[in-house]
């Protein structure tokens, strides 16, 4: 059991994850406005997705690069820290431990450089 998606409490657990994470961003003005023409339904099955994978979970992510799906949004530092303090904040929320939460975070983190295309 030391894969970080078992950890968590696998999919149910990150189905939790990514609805309070959604609902978070969407709440953010900071945030809002880059998903104004996003699919949300379609972003959660993706987002869900992609966290198992990077979670060591099942591969099942079928979205497109960090890469290219945020390349043109000129995202800077503060949109990503406002991203992870709210994935934090929805770690908290379904029970995760810090350990758990700082390791899902290191590995978002090694993401940076492919989101923020720099
Ligand atoms: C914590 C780091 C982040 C991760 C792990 C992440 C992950 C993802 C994933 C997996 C997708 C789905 C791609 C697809 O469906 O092909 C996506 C889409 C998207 N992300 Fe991120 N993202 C991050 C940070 C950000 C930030 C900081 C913003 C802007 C504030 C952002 C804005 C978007 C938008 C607008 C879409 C939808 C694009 C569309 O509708 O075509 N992301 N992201």
């Given at each position: 059991?030391?894969?970080?998606?078992?950890?968590?409490?696998?999919?149910?657990t990150?189905?939790k994850?990514?609805?309070?994470?959604?609902?978070?961003?969407?709440?953010?003005?900071?945030?809002?406005?880059?998903?104004?023409?996003?699919?949300?339904?379609k972003?959660?099955?993706?987002?869900?997705?992609?966290?198992?994978?990077?979670?060591?979970?099942?591969?099942?992510?079928?979205?497109?690069?960090?890469?290219?799906?945020?390349?043109?949004?000129?995202?800077?530092?503060?949109?990503?820290?406002?991203?992870?303090?709210?994935?934090?904040?929805?770690?908290a929320?379904?029970?995760?431990?810090?350990?758990?939460?700082?390791?899902?975070?290191?590995?978002?983190?090694?993401?940076?450089?492919?989101?923020?295309?720099?």
């Amino acid at each position: 059991m030391d894969k970080l998606y078992d950890k968590l409490g696998g999919q149910a657990t990150l189905d939790k994850v990514v609805q309070d994470f959604h609902k978070r961003i969407l709440a953010d003005n900071t945030l809002q406005p880059f998903f104004a023409n996003t699919d949300m339904e379609k972003q959660r099955q993706h987002q869900v997705a992609f966290f198992s994978q990077i979670f060591e979970g099942p591969n099942q992510y079928s979205g497109r690069t960090m890469e290219k799906t945020h390349a043109g949004m000129n995202l800077q530092q503060s949109h990503f820290d406002a991203i992870v303090s709210h994935l934090k904040e929805s770690m908290a929320s379904v029970g995760a431990s810090t350990e758990d939460t700082n390791a899902a975070v290191a590995r978002v983190d090694k993401l940076k450089g492919a989101i923020l295309n720099k």
